[in-house]
């Protein structure tokens, strides 16, 4: 059975969500990636090197987006099984720092989604808007998953 | 590793690579941690059982993580303040036992009303060279 994404998703909303930055969190992802900067880990170490607090590292703020009850759950939506997904691309545009004690907003729309291999690969393209606490736009992310699907023609 | 000062930023021209990255191995532990820290908990990168079931022979690394280390070897250049944006597509795969060896290539110095920009071509490879992923960056050194 081909599993053809309903066009009718692209434009659409997902949930607005905020997720708190959190020190113990970013301590973790360093850890987590092998990054051993203490500006990265230590509050007095970051604030010497000039922040207000911990940075995060340049990819955590996909995974704050993360932070939702069911962050696949627009996937399932759109009828997508997991194990079928691969994550083709990552972009983000910096707008602002992010630091420790920030709250951010984030909103993200299904901006594409579109077919190649005649449908044996279909793509999604979510974009998504992070707002800081003061309303200030800190970064645009650009995500675009693969959906292999098995029966496609091509496959 | 330190970050660049100043002078060295400013003077980085068109062919010059920043200081790469070898990471670790990539071992289970280190996906364990991926996914709890990351708060991306896809059974595929922890779980075998359901790895298998979804036809993939052992579970495999986040494409994030990858992304990650990539960021790593940017920030250990450069301030985190400096990227202006971070994309990368990827390419293959990393399997549990991979090593990553990060780079980054100065393309072209672009002039912006903000101060000057490196663009930045980056790539991930593994101990065989196989190309896991591919990208660039924009960065401020003014």
């Known amino acids: 059975m081909t599993t053809m994404i309903d066009r009718n998703f692209i434009g659409h909303e997902l949930p607005p969500h905020t997720a708190l930055v959190e020190a113990g969190r970013l301590r973790l992802f360093a850890k987590a990636i092998g990054e051993t900067d203490p500006v990265f880990s230590d509050e007095a170490a970051a604030r010497a090197a000039g922040h207000p607090g911990l940075p995060a590292p340049p990819t955590m703020v996909f995974c704050l987006d993360m932070d939702v009850a069911d962050p696949f759950g627009y996937l399932a939506d759109m009828g997508v099984p997991l194990q079928n997904i691969l994550h083709g691309e990552q972009r983000f545009d910096y707008h602002a720092p992010i630091h420790a004690g920030d709250r951010l907003s984030f909103r993200s729309r299904i901006a594409d989604i579109y077919a190649r291999k005649g449908g044996a690969l279909e793509f999604i393209v979510k974009q998504t808007r992070v707002e800081n606490q003061d309303a200030v736009l800190v970064a645009e992310l650009r995500a675009v998953v693969v959906v292999r699907n098995p029966s496609g023609s091509a496959a | ?142």
């Open chain 2, 1 to 142: 590793m330190s970050r660049l000062d100043a002078a060295a930023l400013r003077s980085l021209q068109a062919g010059d690579e920043l200081p790469p990255l070898l990471t670790e191995p990539i071992t289970r532990l280190t996906l364990a941690l991926y996914a709890g820290a990351s708060g991306d908990h896809n059974p595929i990168h922890v779980d075998i059982d359901f790895a298998r079931r979804a036809g993939a022979p052992d579970v495999f690394a986040h494409g994030m993580l990858g992304m990650a280390y990539a960021g790593r070897m940017l920030t250990s250049a450069l301030p985190p303040s400096a990227l202006r944006s971070f994309g990368v597509r990827f390419a293959a795969v990393t399997r549990v036992g991979d090593v990553l060896s990060c780079r980054a290539k100065v393309v072209e110095r672009v002039a912006a009303a903000s101060g000057p920009l490196l663009r930045l071509e980056l790539s991930a490879t593994d101990a065989n060279g196989d190309l896991k992923l591919i990208g660039d960056a924009l960065v401020a050194v003014g």
